[in-house]
């Protein structure tokens, strides 16, 4: 018991000083993750002296915790806002991944020195951009949709091809022409999974009236796990199936979205703090000294030839303007899933498998450090700042089991084209009325002569079979305005 008492109160001052290390990244300028590694370190080894260094555990955990930040990438991408960037998305996390891997061997070959198999190695590791950092920096910097959606799908997608290609490295399979194959079907039947977990698990959530609201965010995040266990189970790509599912459930009718969305974000960062941790707790400060030129070979190459060309050579078909490219090339942030794909050599035994551990680790700082903290500079050099856009509109949505109906709560955001309709220019369909308006911290009955305004919350009372029509009215609305049919929108 003194052991379990003393880790649990590691674990919680480790938790509370990451989450204040969020604010001091931001008044710094710095990215969260490296203050986690920093934090990783100093009760490692060559700090406090927790020693740490199984490669097995690390890689297991890492696994687990990508699958939570998949998860929750997936809950809180809009499809809408995704959607028109769908082609250039699975073409950057698949050809382009190619190009990289290609590129990036090739020239750590010429370079290093390293064998063809263990230059491919690199490569694949190298490959995939992380989900995490690019969720968290991209929302942010206020580019175009097509731009982050495309670089979100691309982080959401490419762990599954990278893995795979891993794996395949780190083993004894022997590479032909069925090696392709493999990856296809891998691919084809996550997704396959990822879409029928999400619309299933949509379906049950919606018909089943739990007794607690705390319960929905879990059983959605249940479904997200149990389609990456289903997939790895079923020989396809388990984080695939993960992202799929997540992207489903997050784009459907959920009850008590809001808090299902707010529970997932909140899971995301826990992932995400515990990962950089003991990636950081891995970590041995001393050995890294050695992994500084390789690292930063890799880095140059990766930066400067690999990311660039897999670009260009994506973007042909869509004809993206010249600023647009360099930004995706730029863009391509790494984070924790090269660390995590490097553990697997590792635990496989895999010669040289350390030294690609150190120099990935030594590589994620320096792009963390020079992406990350140029981003925002280059988007305004480039000239794709849009400026301030606004908030989503929050709709959220509760079973009222024995009325048969639901009960939908909807927050009006700076932006909306709501702002100063009347109630009776809203047009909900038959069987919906909004019951109440809280405004400036005051509850009123509205009047069909009241005027919507910025930052009003309106309940809505409508029948089940009324909901989803009520909710796509509204969202046209927040959109369009109170002509949205007569100009196309229809809140899908």
């Not at 991944?97 to 490569?123: C, F, M, P, R």
């Not at 020989?235 to 969305?261: C, F, I, K």
Request: aromatic share 6%.
């Amino acid at each position: 018991m003194d052991g379990l008492t003393l880790a649990l109160g590691i674990g919680a001052a480790v938790v509370l000083v990451a989450v204040l290390a969020v604010r001091v990244s931001v008044r710094l300028g710095l990215p969260s993750l490296l203050l986690y590694l920093a934090i990783g370190v100093a009760i490692g080894e060559s700090g406090i002296g927790i020693h740490f260094d199984d490669a097995q555990l690390t890689k297991a955990l890492g696994l687990a915790a990508l699958v939570l930040i998949l998860t929750e990438g997936g809950l809180t991408t809009r499809w809408t806002d995704v959607r028109p960037s769908l082609g250039i998305g699975i073409t950057l996390s698949t050809l382009a991944e190619a190009v990289s891997i290609g590129v990036t061997a090739t020239g750590l070959h010429y370079i290093l020195g390293l064998d063809w198999k263990q230059a491919a190695l690199w490569g694949a590791v190298l490959a995939s951009t992380d989900a995490a950092a690019v969720f968290s920096v991209l929302r942010s910097l206020g580019v175009s949709k097509r731009i982050v959606g495309s670089l979100e799908l691309e982080s959401g997608i490419n762990d599954a091809p990278s893995y795979i290609a891993v794996v395949l490295l780190s083993t004894s399979t022997v590479i032909d022409w069925t090696v392709p194959l493999l990856a296809v079907y891998e691919l084809a039947a996550g997704a396959l999974i990822g879409l029928l977990f999400g619309w299933l698990g949509a379906i049950a959530l919606r018909r089943i009236a739990l007794p607690a609201t705390g319960l929905y965010p879990l059983a959605t995040v249940a479904v997200c796990v149990a389609a990456f266990s289903t997939g790895q189970l079923a020989h396809a790509s388990g984080l695939l199936a993960t992202y799929v599912a997540g992207l489903v459930l997050g784009n459907s009718e959920l009850p008590h979205r809001a808090d299902t969305l707010s529970f997932a974000e909140g899971l995301g960062w826990l992932s995400q703090i515990g990962l950089f941790v003991l990636l950081g707790l891995f970590s041995s400060p001393a050995r890294l000294l050695d992994a500084i030129v390789p690292g930063l070979v890799a880095a140059a190459v990766l930066l400067l030839l690999a990311r660039p060309l897999s670009v260009l050579l994506s973007a042909l078909p869509f004809r993206l303007p010249w600023r647009e490219q360099v930004f995706l090339s730029w863009a391509g942030l790494r984070g924790a899933v090269p660390i995590v794909l490097a553990m697997i050599p590792l635990s496989e035994g895999v010669p040289g498998a350390r030294s690609l551990v150190d120099a990935v680790f030594v590589l994620v700082i320096v792009l963390t450090l020079v992406q990350g903290s140029t981003l925002p500079l280059l988007t305004r050099v480039l000239g794709l700042a849009k400026g301030a856009k606004s908030t989503e509109m929050e709709v959220d949505a509760a079973p009222l089991d024995e009325l048969g109906a639901e009960l939908i709560q909807v927050k009006i955001p700076q932006g909306s084209r709501l702002h100063g309709i009347y109630l009776t220019e809203l047009r909900l369909p038959p069987g919906a009325t909004v019951s109440l308006v809280t405004r400036n911290g005051s509850a009123f009955t509205p009047e069909p002569t009241t005027r919507l305004q910025t930052h009003d919350h309106i309940l809505i009372v409508a029948t089940r079979q009324a909901r989803a029509a009520t909710e796509r009215r509204i969202r046209a609305v927040d959109r369009a305005g109170k002509f949205a049919r007569w100009r196309g929108e229809q809140g899908h």
